[in-house]
């Protein structure tokens, strides 16, 4: 019976992540233990959708109804996600993110976003270069402050090029109960 149950839910997993609507109504019915929806304050939803075993976190965020943008996170064992890759609506991969850990805390301490159209190689190092880092810094209470940002696309502020919120999440959204219908 449990395997009949964890195959449905895989089945299910697959399917969203493999089907990517195009308009939110598609998947405003689906709220449950491996989705997510929230409401956000511009009028936009966004869906969260995890596969089964957790090592997989789907972000998908609709405005007016269109899709707009897909982030799929990688998660390590404990749900922090190790690096993501951010779409457009129309499924084109924009951006490739990692994320660096403190050893002691586990807190997110940096973001590395590298651009996914044109690859940037340092000359000296012969490595691929970032478009954007992301610092953050923790005060005695554990409270991540707004992030310190570094641009190195040239001519364009961070704002210009990446509006005003990061990719890392903020808090994972299955640690909150679903909403009741």
């Known amino acids: ?6 195959l449905k839910i895989m089945v299910s997993a697959i399917c969203l992540l493999l089907c990517v609507p ?36 789907t972000k998908k965020t609709y405005l007016n109804g269109t899709l707009t943008m897909v ?21 084109q991969e924009l951006f490739k993110v990692s994320y660096g850990y403190h050893r ?5 301490v940096e973001e590395l976003m590298f651009d996914s159209r044109v690859k940037r190689i340092n000359k000296d190092t012969g490595k691929e270069m970032p478009v954007r880092r992301l610092v953050y810094l923790y005060d005695a209470e554990g409270k991540r402050s707004a992030p310190i940002a570094y641009n190195f696309l040239p001519g364009k502020t961070y704002q210009e090029v ?12 299955f640690d909150q109960k679903p909403p009741t219908p």
């Open 71 to 91: 982030i799929i996170y990688k998660m390590d064992s404990n749900g922090n996600p190790l690096g993501c890759k951010i779409r457009d609506g129309q499924n």
């Open 22 to 57: 195009t308009h939110a109504s598609e998947l405003d019915e689906v709220d449950g233990p491996n989705v997510r929806c929230m409401k956000m304050d511009d009028g936009s939803k966004t869906y969260f959708i995890r596969s089964p075993d957790g090592r997989t976190l």
């Open 162 to 173: 990446f509006g005003l919120k990061s990719s890392v999440l903020d808090s994972n959204p």
């Open 1 to 6: 019976m449990k395997l009949l149950a964890t």
């Open 104 to 108: 002691v805390t586990g807190l997110v």
